[in-house]
């Protein structure tokens, strides 16, 4: 059955003026990518967003929008904020928890030449299912975004998050470890397990420590937290943000893929991905990223994608997963 999308090229949607920064939770404008949301019908929504060209993390040398799935996943996560917002009747003052994500890019993204011309996207929003508490006020929603470029598919997820009043949520985080611990301040260097350091000038965006490669395939690095970042933090977070977590699962998933002897040396970037969170990731405590690459048994070439699972520790617990699915660019 053909999606919405299929049928906008008689919507005239906005892709110039951003919508206003608390309807996304953004204090920079810089860091606001979706410019229109609109209702079209009780559970679907059409949503309107830039693709970035001078982003300090989009945009960072190593990377490129159109095929980088952090990026889908955060216009994704803002148009949720948005729709909820908007139509669902939310107050800007609740606080949303993603409980977990699943998602992949479709072939579109990764064409050659690709980029080069895109420059706004388009996303479906289908709400799946919203739950209510008694006043009928929405707590917690389930909704699947399938996104396009230039009238092509590219990307297709689905989404979970609970929302809570805030004051509910404050009081339930001071229970927490975070309460315990003080305030971590981040510094001009970032410092690994194996005690070697890196300014920060050399690597904004690199988010783990050097990766520790074992000969069982297992690898392992520290999550670098930096409450100064200028997207992860861009809004005040008591806790490590899912993005982060995210960015972390996916930067050392394809750590321990190229660091694989049985996997050529080729460019390769996140294809799809499933992650879920079963507590907070405290922000003042170290956090263990350790990556599993799963060997194909019946792939003998070598070529065919890999797929990584990664754990989320924290003071001994799993925190969360994450299943990654890594692709060869070339």
Not at 8 to 32: A, G, M, Y
Not at 210 to 235: C, K, N, Q, R, W
Not at 309 to 329: E, P, R, W
Request: charged share 20%.
């Amino acid at each position: 059955m053909p999606t919405l999308l299929e049928e906008l090229d008689t919507i005239k949607l906005s892709f110039e003026q951003t919508v206003p920064r608390s309807l996304v939770h953004k204090r920079s404008l810089e860091n606001v990518l979706l410019t229109e949301v609109r209702s079209a019908g009780a559970d679907t929504f059409i949503c309107a967003g830039r693709v970035p060209t001078a982003h300090r993390f989009f945009n960072d040398a190593a990377r490129t929008p159109q095929n980088d799935i952090l990026f889908y996943t955060e216009l994704g996560r803002q148009a949720s904020l948005a729709v909820s917002h908007t139509f669902l009747g939310i107050s800007t003052a609740d606080v949303f928890i993603f409980e977990g994500s699943q998602a992949v890019m479709a072939d579109e993204a990764f064409r050659f030449g690709f980029q080069s011309s895109a420059d706004s996207v388009i996303t479906e929003i289908n709400v799946l299912s919203a739950e209510r508490r008694k006043n009928n006020i929405v707590n917690r929603v389930v909704a699947e975004h399938i996104m396009s470029i230039g009238g092509r598919e590219v990307f297709r997820g689905t989404g979970a998050w609970n929302i809570q009043p805030a004051a509910l949520f404050h009081r339930l985080r001071r229970m927490s470890a975070r309460g315990a611990q003080p305030p971590s301040h981040a510094s001009d260097t970032f410092e690994n397990k194996s005690g070697r350091k890196a300014s920060r000038r050399d690597c904004d965006n690199v988010v783990i420590s050097v990766t520790e490669l074992s000969t069982s395939g297992t690898a392992v690095a520290s999550l670098i937290v930096d409450e100064t970042h200028p997207y992860f933090f861009d809004h005040p977070c008591d806790h490590v943000p899912g993005m982060l977590l995210l960015e972390g699962c996916a930067q050392l998933a394809m750590a321990a893929v190229s660091g694989s002897p049985s996997v050529p040396a080729r460019t390769l970037a996140i294809r799809g991905y499933e992650m879920n969170f079963v507590q907070f990731v405290e922000c003042g405590l170290p956090i263990t990223l350790t990556a599993h690459v799963i060997e194909d048994a019946s792939d003998t070439t070598g070529l065919q994608p890999p797929v990584v699972h990664v754990d989320i520790s924290q003071n001994g617990a799993v925190s969360g997963t994450a299943t990654m699915g890594v692709a060869f660019l070339r």
